[in-house]
């Protein structure tokens, strides 16, 4: 009986600390469990926080490709007015080289005109100066010839005079 009673006693310990040891395993079990809710919550958390990160960045990236695109779009816009540019330019200074040309024949042919024109000038005083003479050798002989006439109309007028 003694026996029975230090089993008794020996199983009564065993489960009284197998009560404690199931307790603290209750209290662990529980910690546990709230543990896992909070890692959960934090865990759908950061999961709802990356969706909205990859949404706010799909989006973005979509901004950035259609301001990319229409960038690409006005480079490309630019660069065609630039080679426009380019060839209006290459065309004024082809048109000013011309407009020099023009100049620098435009001043040969005024330097041409003011020697012809004085050398027509001076043979203008030549041909002056000759039909000056022409016209005191024709007055001259006119003259002669009115005197000459005066003469024969005195004679003729004094031979019926007399």
Do not use: P
Request: avoid cysteine.
């Amino acid at each position: 009986m003694k026996q029975n009673t230090q089993i008794v006693k020996e199983s009564n310990i065993k489960i009284h600390d197998l009560s404690d040891e199931l307790a603290k395993l209750r209290e662990n079990y529980e910690a546990l469990k709230v543990e896992k809710e909070l890692l959960t919550k934090t865990k759908e958390k950061i999961e709802r926080d990356l969706k909205d990160v990859n949404t706010k960045s799909s989006s973005q990236i979509a901004t950035l490709q259609a301001q990319l695109a229409e960038a690409q779009e006005k480079n490309s816009k630019l660069e065609l007015r630039i080679d426009e540019m380019k060839a209006q330019l290459n065309e004024l200074e082809n048109e000013r080289a011309n407009h020099q040309k023009l100049i620098k024949e435009y001043s040969k042919l005024e330097q041409r005109f003011e020697k012809v024109r004085t050398e027509l000038l001076k043979y203008g005083k030549n041909q002056q100066q000759q039909q000056q003479q022409q016209q005191n050798q024709q007055h001259q002989q006119h003259l002669g010839l009115n005197q000459d006439l005066f003469f024969n109309k005195k004679f003729i007028f004094d031979f019926f005079k007399s």
